[in-house]
């Protein structure tokens, strides 16, 4: 090699030392380039001393529903992890017969709530337990019952009348406080409701409840059931044996009931899950008790 041309070999691997804007080499070709500037970022004493959690954006973090429909696998889990569950009020519940409506994922609107509970009153104040008595789930809203729904429960007594020969008193006011007025919650997801888990749905629920300090119904009552019927109700089947409780918490509410009865006089009733010529699933009970079960694929 000449003089002239080590000459230049040596500037130009001088300049290259000095020069403060080169990309650096990946050693992962699928991982994105990062200028100096990211790279000071990165070096920064606030960047190295945070976890990854908080490094990550707070969008990333947030659990996303699924952007297919709800499965019935998904709903029956729903039904069976939420319906019945004790929960804390965090905001007091309007006693609306049709609902409070609220959307998904959303701060509940002030002014709203507070001109709903003048207009119609109070079902269940803030930081009372209430009980989810039933759940509808409608093409975009999923409905909840809470302490048995908007509807007043009809009280016999107080619509007893006495009588004497031709004459009729109605009987004395019942003495004792008023019975509670449920209350009915709409949540408004804005499209067909997602796929979803017991747990997404508990967050969707957080702006009018808290269930963390709550003990799950679904899960004490089965810890209480022999090891057979628990291990098959965690699998979602049922088995001989089972009562219709414990059917209703392994599989939901069956698509379709039909009652028979023998040339004997035994009465059954089947319950059917899903529709031919999908897998179809007969359950048998004699009275309360499954005594056979049938799966066609």
């Known amino acids: 090699m000449n003089s002239s041309a080590s000459l230049a070999l040596a500037l130009l691997l001088l300049a290259s030392a000095d020069q403060q804007n080169v990309l650096p080499v990946r050693s992962d070709p699928a991982a994105p380039y990062l200028d100096n500037d990211s790279l000071q970022q990165n070096a920064s004493p606030e960047a190295s001393n945070s976890s990854p959690a908080t490094r990550s954006s707070p969008s990333a973090q947030l659990p996303k529903h699924s952007s297919g429909p709800l499965t019935p696998e998904s709903r029956m889990l729903l039904i069976r992890y939420v319906d019945g569950e004790f929960a804390k009020l965090v905001q007091s519940l309007p006693a609306m017969k049709k609902g409070f409506r609220v959307a998904a994922g959303k701060p509940v609107n002030k002014q709203k709530l507070s001109d709903a509970l003048r207009l119609y009153g109070t079902a269940a104040a803030q930081g009372d337990t209430v009980q989810i008595t039933g759940m509808e789930f409608r ?5 909840l019952q809470i302490n048995g729904g908007g509807k007043k429960h009809f009280n016999w007594r107080q619509h007893l009348q006495v009588g004497v020969g031709n004459v009729s008193t109605p009987a004395p006011e ?20 997602p796929d979803m888990s017991p747990d997404d749905l508990k967050n969707d629920l957080a702006a009018f409840f808290d269930f963390s300090k709550q003990h799950s119904s679904a899960v004490n009552w089965i810890d209480t059931l022999p090891p057979q019927f628990q291990d098959a109700i965690k699998d979602h089947r049922a088995i001989v044996g089972m009562d219709q409780e414990m059917v ?3 599989m939901g509410r069956p698509e379709h009931k039909v009652r028979e009865k023998s040339a004997e006089g035994k009465e059954t009733e089947d319950w059917i899950y899903g529709n031919p010529p999908a897998r179809t699933t007969f359950v048998t009970f004699a009275g309360d008790t499954v005594i056979r079960i049938e799966v066609f694929n």
Do not use: F, I
């Open 248 to 250: 209703l918490a392994a």
């Open 174 to 193: 019942e003495v004792g406080p008023p019975q509670p007025t449920g209350g009915v919650l709409v949540l408004d997801y804005g499209r067909a409701v």
């Open 139 to 143: 093409s975009q809203e999923v409905v």
